[in-house]
């Protein structure tokens, strides 16, 4: 079965400071990833996405992620945190075999102290 | 385009109620998921479709709940008859081809008294 796990449900940072959030998959073909952002009240956005091609992907307001396949990991970062960066952020997997299906891990709540 | 249209944003219904979940997925994409969001159980994936097509609905927690795709641009996620404990958000999105993300709607939040 193909999943996804994200640690730590919350991670508090300072302002300024690098964001480190993790993802780990387990698949047996190479999934589809993606990184959503959710601010309070509003749906889910794209943040970024890696397919295939460079494993090092960027995204939109700073973050990046890289795909290591040996570690079947998909970390998010940001040199820099800002105080707009407070959200819950959720890694997704998409599978590339006949389903198709699109599923999310349980998602990393993201603290910004000033 | 708008991007994937939910309705009604809030819903508040009384227990034993049929509550009925709208979605218009963005035009052109054949993908549609809906999803629901709880703080203890996170985001989960109910069911979802393509081409209109009901794929895995392994997802869908009860009888009572049930999803259909009439055409390529409106979805609809029903509950009868509503409980507390269906008490959540529900999202809706859709994908173009299988190899693309998804685009998320603003959701419905179903609050069952």
């Known amino acids: 079965a193909q999943s996804v796990t994200q640690l730590g449900s919350h991670v508090s940072v300072s302002e300024g400071a690098l964001v480190l959030l993790r993802c780990n998959y387990s698949?047996?073909?190479?999934?589809?990833l993606f990184w959503y952002v959710q601010y309070p009240n509003q749906g889910l956005q794209l943040l970024l996405k890696y397919t295939t091609g460079a494993t090092l992907v960027k995204g939109i307001n700073g973050f990046e992620a890289e795909f290591k396949k040996s570690e079947t990991s998909f970390h998010l970062t940001k040199p820099s945190a800002h105080m707009s960066d407070a959200a819950e952020y959720f890694c997704a997997v998409r599978r590339m075999d006949s389903s198709y299906k699109l599923i999310f891990g349980s998602g990393t709540r993201l603290l910004v102290r000033p | 385009d708008a991007g994937v249209i939910q309705s009604p944003r809030h819903e508040v219904t009384e227990m034993g109620q049929e509550v009925t979940l709208r979605c218009k997925p963005i035009?052109?994409?054949?993908?549609l998921f809906w999803y629901r969001q709880t703080m203890m159980r996170g985001l989960e994936l109910l069911i979802y479709?393509?081409?209109?097509?009901?794929?895995?609905d392994s997802g869908m927690p009860e009888d009572r709940f049930s999803a259909k795709m009439p055409n390529a641009s409106f979805s609809t996620l029903k509950i009868q008859p509503s409980e507390p404990r269906d008490s959540a958000v529900y999202f809706c999105?859709?994908?173009?081809?299988?190899?693309?993300?998804?685009?998320f709607g603003q959701g419905t939040r179903l609050t069952v008294v």
């Open positions: 698949s047996s073909v190479p999934p589809y």
């Open positions: 035009s052109g994409h054949d993908y």
């Open positions: 999105a859709s994908s173009f081809r299988a190899f693309t993300e998804a685009f």
């Open positions: 479709f393509n081409n209109n097509v009901p794929i895995d």
